[in-house]
């Protein structure tokens, strides 16, 4: 069983700076994809970013490009999301999610999510 737990979440003016932290239980941390999803209310879940098992490929939207940066340390079991130059749009909740294998980008296919972080970010 995998468990994940994010944190690291909370209220920040627009411009500002959060890192948000996935800790993930399991001794195959590194087999496992990890992605980053946010939802804002009344919409639905959408990717952010993953970045495969030993880190040598990262992905982003589009509107988080230049401003958001992924990692993952696998000593630790922990994935990042350093969220730099934050705009009110940026606010949702944001998941981490793990998957063995299928599409980064595609929700659906993760096995396992956490139970979420609340990004707030006001202008």
């Known amino acids: 069983q995998v468990q994940l737990v994010e944190s690291g979440g909370g209220l920040v003016q627009a411009g500002g700076s959060l890192r948000l932290s996935c800790a993930v239980s399991?001794?195959?941390?590194?087999?496992?994809?990890m992605g980053w999803f946010r939802q804002a209310p009344g919409k639905e879940r959408e990717f952010v970013a993953s970045?495969?098992?030993?880190?040598?490929?990262?992905r982003y939207t589009d509107s988080v490009k230049g401003r958001f940066t992924m990692s993952r340390d696998n000593a630790k079991n922990t994935v990042y999301l350093q969220m730099n130059r934050l705009q009110p749009e940026d606010t949702a909740v944001y998941y981490c999610?793990?998957?063995?294998?299928?599409?980064?980008?595609?929700?659906?296919?993760?096995?396992?999510w956490g139970q979420g972080t609340q990004v707030t970010v006001s202008s």
């Open positions: 399991g001794r195959t941390f590194s087999r496992y994809a």
């Open positions: 970045i495969s098992g030993f880190g040598d490929r990262i």
């Open positions: 999610a793990a998957q063995y294998s299928g599409s980064y980008y595609i929700a659906y296919d993760y096995e396992y």
